[in-house]
């Protein structure tokens, strides 16, 4: 069965330090790849997606992806990370083929530390 | 941008009532509209897809019964919890694209359905 994997439910780092969110997913062809932000009670923000070409991806607030086939994994990252970046984050992906569906990750709580 | 509204934000009912959410697409013709549950402090599910003018296709587990989605026109489609229950209080959120492919993916801000 097709499925995105966030293996990481909660992650804390400190304000300044860089963050890595991870993604894998598991379908056959290339999928379109997707991230979200999402604050509590709120709607989600598109941070950045991959659909094909160069497999690094820039987005907004300073995060970018890379798209790894070998891997079947689309990690998020950001070099120095800041309090407002607190929120959850998460992974979503269309399948290949027929598949009409954007189906998430579980997401990943991340706190960042003052 | 395009943008997707949603409405109403929050909404609490009475067990045994029905709610309407809408879901509008404000300057594109939304062809294929996404309505997603969310549990508190869990993901988003995928409860259904709906092309504009045809049925909704309902992933499985999901009461098409209860969960009324209708699709009429390229600018709206709405989502009636029938008879709702406790178990139905949720975050709704709705998501609709063009024609055009996964590119033009918009979200609506969501709905807090809290069932006394």
């Known amino acids: 069965a097709q499925s995105v994997t966030q293996p990481d439910i909660h992650i804390t780092v400190s304000e300044g330090a860089s963050l890595e969110l991870r993604c894998n997913y598991s379908?056959?062809?290339?999928?379109?790849l997707f991230w979200y932000v999402q604050s509590p009670g709120q709607g989600l923000q598109l941070l950045l997606k991959y659909f094909s070409g160069d497999t690094l991806v820039q987005g907004i607030k300073g995060f970018e992806a890379e798209f790894k086939r070998s891997q079947s994994s689309f990690n998020l990252r950001k070099p120095s990370v800041h309090w407002s970046d607190a929120a959850e984050y998460f992974c979503?992906?269309?399948?290949?083929?027929?598949?009409?569906?954007?189906?998430f990750g579980t997401g990943t709580l991340l706190a960042v530390q003052p | 941008g395009a943008v997707v509204s949603q409405h109403p934000s929050w909404v609490i009912c009475k067990s045994g009532t029905s709610v309407k959410i809408e879901c509008r697409s404000l300057d594109f013709q939304a062809t294929t509209m996404f309505w997603y549950r969310q549990f508190p402090k869990q993901s988003l599910m995928l409860m259904a897809t709906s092309n504009e003018g045809s049925k909704a296709t309902y992933e499985q587990g999901v009461e098409k019964d209860k969960f009324l989605i209708n699709h009429a026109s390229l600018t709206l489609s709405t989502l009636t919890v029938t008879s709702a229950h406790p178990e139905d209080s949720s975050f709704y959120i709705c998501?609709?694209?063009?024609?055009?492919?996964?590119?033009?993916?918009?979200f609506g801000s969501g709905t807090q359905l809290s069932v006394l």
């Open positions: 379908y056959g062809a290339t999928p379109y």
């Open positions: 998501s609709a694209r063009d024609s055009t492919g996964w590119g033009k993916l918009f």
């Open positions: 979503a992906v269309v399948g290949g083929g027929a598949t009409n569906k954007l189906i």
